[in-house]
């Protein structure tokens, strides 16, 4: 099986200016889960998706937003870019909600640097 | 939500020497999963514990869950270079995962 695929891989923007980032689970993964990853706070839940329906929330402003298609692929989208935006962001799935104890997988990321 | 603690925070070791790394947590976990992050990649899923006491190996990794359920931990035998990266400790809190803050390790040839 493919695993999980993230793009774009990298990505540069300026405060202000809004970005949207893409993660294909792997096949037969209904949850997708995205997290932010920082030197500083190291791994943090953003939110996840399952059935199209986001399920979990962490603490983060309404900027962060997500969506879920019904092939289970998932965007998630960063508006009005902060300079504490930039982070790895990485999305991992697993066949169920990952609150149950499924096992995630991760995907490679996306380093996001906004100047 | 539940916090896991992680340690050490970082470690420098010879090649060949034995590693070891814990994760502890203040409420009771149903799933210990252990990672392992190198630079620039997502985390890759390393051994995944679901029973109490459980003792689970892949290669030279073993990683236990603890008996109390609140604790796991991962060794390493014979450390190489390529052991090198960060180790997280995972568990699901309240339908969403908690990560430590991660092991880093050093292996010097």
């Known amino acids: 099986k493919a695993g999980v695929t993230q793009t774009p891989r990298y990505l540069i923007k300026t405060r202000g200016q809004q970005v949207t980032l893409s993660c294909s689970p792997i096949?037969?993964?209904?949850?997708v889960s995205w997290y932010q990853q920082t030197p500083g706070q190291g791994l943090q839940f953003l939110f996840e998706?399952?059935?199209?329906?986001?399920?979990n929330k962490g603490n983060f402003p309404g900027r962060f937003s997500g969506r879920q298609f019904s092939n289970s692929r998932s965007e998630m989208n960063v508006s009005t870019l902060e300079l504490g935006d930039s982070a790895l962001y990485l999305c991992?799935?697993?066949?169920?909600?990952?609150?149950?104890?499924?096992?995630?997988?991760f995907g490679p990321g996306t380093r996001l640097l906004v100047l | 939500g539940q916090q896991l603690n992680q340690s050490p925070q970082s470690m420098f070791i010879q090649e060949g020497e034995d590693v070891s790394m814990n994760c502890t947590s203040s409420?009771?976990?149903?799933?210990w999963l252990w990672y392992k992050q190198e630079p620039g990649e997502g985390p890759v899923l390393l051994i995944a514990l679901y029973k109490a006491g459980e003792l689970t190996s892949n290669g030279r990794l073993t990683a236990q869950f603890g008996i109390t359920r609140k604790d796991s931990f991962l060794n390493i035998s014979a450390s190489i270079p390529s052991d090198v990266g960060i180790y997280f400790c995972a568990g699901p809190d309240n339908n969403d995962m908690r990560f430590g803050a991660g092991t880093r390790l050093t292996v010097k040839p």
């Open positions: 998706y399952f059935s199209e329906t986001q399920r």
């Open positions: 409420s009771i976990f149903n799933t």
């Open positions: 096949s037969g993964h209904r949850s």
């Open positions: 991992a799935s697993s066949p169920n909600l990952a609150g149950v104890g499924e096992t995630q997988y």
